[in-house]
């Protein structure tokens, strides 16, 4: 393990969370390309239930469960099931998936239901992408020089455009 992850680990720990890592070491799955934001829950109660894809990012904050406790009162008993994540699937925000989402798919709701292919979605954010401002790293916080200039540059032109994007 590299200093790198052994400080991330405990980072993570001390904020009561559990690396990627030791998830697989306990039984998780993920496949190649694998990326996993801060903050983001994957169940360790029951991660050995819970398959991950090719080409997954999974964003600040979000929720993978493998189990429902809403059953345990009553039945004395909680609710599991297998969770698999496809290949090239992408998730939109504030959406609750329950059910499985099949590679190449983009979904979005609660529940979550299929709206486009990812290739389509690609498409279109490709055609958004010529038609809207890009910045550079030099306009994030990995650039520990950014200006209230380059701030307030960037600001004013997605409050013209509704969007950009940032490498």
């Known amino acids: 393990m590299s200093l790198k992850s052994f400080i991330r680990a405990k980072v993570m720990r001390l904020r009561s969370e559990i690396s990627t890592e030791d998830l697989i070491a306990l039984g998780l799955t993920v496949g190649e390309n694998f990326s996993r934001q801060e903050k983001t829950l994957i169940d360790q109660s029951h991660c050995w239930l819970i ?8 964003a600040p904050r979000a929720h993978i469960l493998a189990h429902d406790a809403s ?6 008993y909680t609710r599991i099931g297998v969770v698999n994540i496809g290949n090239n699937v992408v998730i939109g925000a504030n959406s609750v998936v329950s059910r499985d989402i099949p590679d190449n798919s983009v979904a979005i709701g609660n529940p979550a239901k299929v709206i486009c292919t990812y290739d389509e ?3 279109r954010k490709k055609k958004e992408l010529e038609n809207n401002p890009c910045f550079d790293e030099s306009y994030t916080l990995r650039n520990p020089n950014i200006s209230e200039d380059m701030k307030k540059e960037m600001k004013e032109k997605l409050e013209k455009s509704k969007i950009g994007y940032v490498v």
């Not at 398959?51 to 999974?58: E, R």
Request: cysteine-free.
């Open 51 to 58: 398959t991950i894809g090719d080409d997954v990012t999974l």
């Open 71 to 76: 059953t345990k009162k009553a039945l004395g």
């Open 121 to 123: 979605f690609v498409s």
